[in-house]
């Protein structure tokens, strides 16, 4: 688990100017009306005012504030927007207020965004001091102070993107919700705003997502790797309360470390106990109970192939070279898909005696690059750059270009076999086959996909598949949904979202016609042929 190290140590927090100190005392000075003890005051538990602490208290020598970037990262439950609120008005009113200051707090959606206006709303119109001073315009989600000129605005990624704007605070809420290329051009406006000035705050507030290719997993993982000492980076914080994979999500030592609001009564124990139970009986209540309640990063699918976490012990190089030298047999899946999107060809070797080793080769027609990659909320564009996509000219995929990739990997390994699902492909393989190249077909139905599908997960399981870390890869198996027959026969699916798929589907092909070989898989040929024909 992830549990930031100073939470409890607040003697272990610099303060050299007194300005950690400042802001709590501030805080607790506000009132809240959901808080019943004598005068409402704004309940500051300790792992918050620690938070607050951490935030505002190291400085540098002339007297600016280290941390630039906060990365708090908390399960449902713990109070994260009641935080922001206060934080937002430390800013507007408080000792961190500045003349002509800019708090700006964004989500996802307008109703998500209003959640913490409203929050901050409620504690001014209980506050008869804050009344006076602070004037709130709802009806534009704005909250002012005329006497510094400074302001407070909530924005939503699914509104006008605030380009334009020079804030000294952004408070990115449930930054894992930020979808598609809206969110994304939101994220780019306001973080590279933040530049304009000095002093500048970024808070990204959030519970946990799904997905590793993504915005909000490319900020909390660089995030943790600060956490764990990996990264020297004094300006970002990060405070993250997470369960990692090899966590028992049922003890509830996790629950209490995760969750640190617990020890003072919320979130609701009999409620987080009941919810375990139910967690216990079905798999979606299980995602459910790991992302919002323990904070755990999950894969993109509800009921995932498989952990993604298991899948990334594959990640070993694979020596192309050596292949070659070797002239070891090489199979190759193709998926060409339509051709408006990503086509792949991926070859597959024998790694061991029973395990595979892939290299994919991804495609994707070179106009509106990034807009495609926006599409699916990923970038094409660095992909391309590293050499994990290869751009073609155009508008669609020229299949021309996988061709002469294909023909390339013929010549340059001991390919036996290239498989094709002919619905796409048939052009493609008659002209290789013209060639005295073997191509095969290969239709993505139960009958043929279900064995394939079993090898490839036996493969994974066994950590015996190697696919080298091929961050596109990883992202097409992250969003495959299964689809089971009546017979129970299993097969890959892109759900409703239409996330790519391509690269898993093109490997489970490549997997199959590896492992039906005889010449050096007998025993897993003798019961996939088995299963290819009960299927």
């Known amino acids: 688990m992830l549990v930031p190290s100073w939470i409890d140590k607040p003697d272990e927090i610099a303060d050299p100017l007194g300005k950690g100190e400042l802001a709590v005392n501030w805080l607790r000075k506000l009132k809240h009306p959901k808080n019943r003890a004598v005068g409402h005051p704004f ?3 300790p792992f918050q005012e620690n938070i607050i602490r951490r935030i505002y208290g190291p400085r540098q020598e002339d007297g600016t504030r280290i941390v630039r970037r906060v990365v708090l ?6 109070r994260k927007t009641s935080l922001a609120a206060a934080i937002t008005l430390l800013h507007l009113i408080g000792p961190e207020s500045i003349a002509g200051g800019l708090i700006v707090s964004a989500a996802s959606a307008h109703e998500q965004a209003m959640e913490l206006f409203n929050e901050a709303d409620l504690m001014i ?6 009344r006076k001073k602070l004037e709130v315009r709802e009806y534009v989600s704005r909250i002012a102070n005329n006497a510094l000129k400074s302001r407070y605005i909530a924005v939503a990624s699914d509104g006008k993107v605030q380009h334009g704007k020079t804030p000294n605070v952004v408070i990115a809420d449930e930054l894992h919700a930020w979808e598609g290329r809206a969110g994304l051009r939101q994220w780019e406006a306001l973080d590279s705003a933040l530049v304009k000035v000095p002093g500048t705050l970024m808070i990204i507030a959030s ?8 915005l909000a997993w490319q900020n909390v993982e660089y995030a943790i790797k600060v956490q764990k000492g990996e990264i020297d980076d004094p300006a970002t914080l990060p405070v993250i309360f997470m369960a990692e994979p090899e966590d028992d999500w049922q003890d509830e030592a996790l629950w209490r470390a995760v969750n640190p609001g617990l020890k003072h009564g919320y979130p609701d124990l009999a409620a987080f106990r009941d919810k375990a139970r139910k967690a216990q009986h079905s798999p979606l209540d299980r995602d459910s109970f790991l992302q919002f309640n323990l904070n755990r990063w999950l894969d993109q699918t509800t009921s995932p192939f498989v952990e993604l976490h298991v899948y990334d012990e594959g990640a070993h190089e694979v020596d192309l070279e050596e292949q070659e030298a070797e002239q070891a047999p090489c199979y190759l899946g193709v998926d060409l898909s339509k051709n408006e999107d990503l086509t792949v060809v991926v070859a597959c070797w024998p790694n061991g005696e029973d395990g595979y080793q892939v290299v994919p080769f991804f495609f994707c027609p070179e106009d509106n690059l990034r807009a495609r990659g926006e599409k699916h909320g990923v970038d094409y564009v660095s992909w391309a750059e590293d050499g994990f996509i290869i751009p073609t000219p155009g508008n669609t995929v020229d299949l021309r270009a996988v061709e002469a990739q294909i023909r390339e990997l013929c010549a340059r390994f001991n390919v036996r076999e290239i498989a094709f699902d002919p619905t796409y492909g048939r052009s493609m393989m008659a002209d290789l086959v013209e060639d005295g190249l073997p191509a095969v077909e290969f ?5 043929t996909m279900a064995p394939a599908v079993k090898e490839l997960e036996r493969a994974i399981l066994g950590r015996r598949f190697n696919h080298a870390g091929h961050p596109v890869l990883r992202w097409n198996f992250g969003n495959i949904q299964l689809r089971v027959d009546p017979a129970g026969n299993r097969s890959f699916h892109k759900g409703k979202s239409g996330d790519k798929i391509d690269g898993a589907v093109a490997t489970a092909m490549a997997v199959a016609r590896c492992a039906a070989d005889e010449d050096h898989f007998t025993s897993a040929a003798a019961w996939f042929t088995e299963d290819l024909w009960t299927a």
């Open 73 to 78: 990262l908390l399960p449902r439950g713990n």
């Open 125 to 130: 119109q209980f506050d008869g001091r804050l």
């Open 443 to 447: 239709r993505q139905g139960w009958v």
């Open 207 to 214: 519970t946990s997502g799904r997905g590793q290719e993504n």
């Open 43 to 45: 309940e500051l538990d």
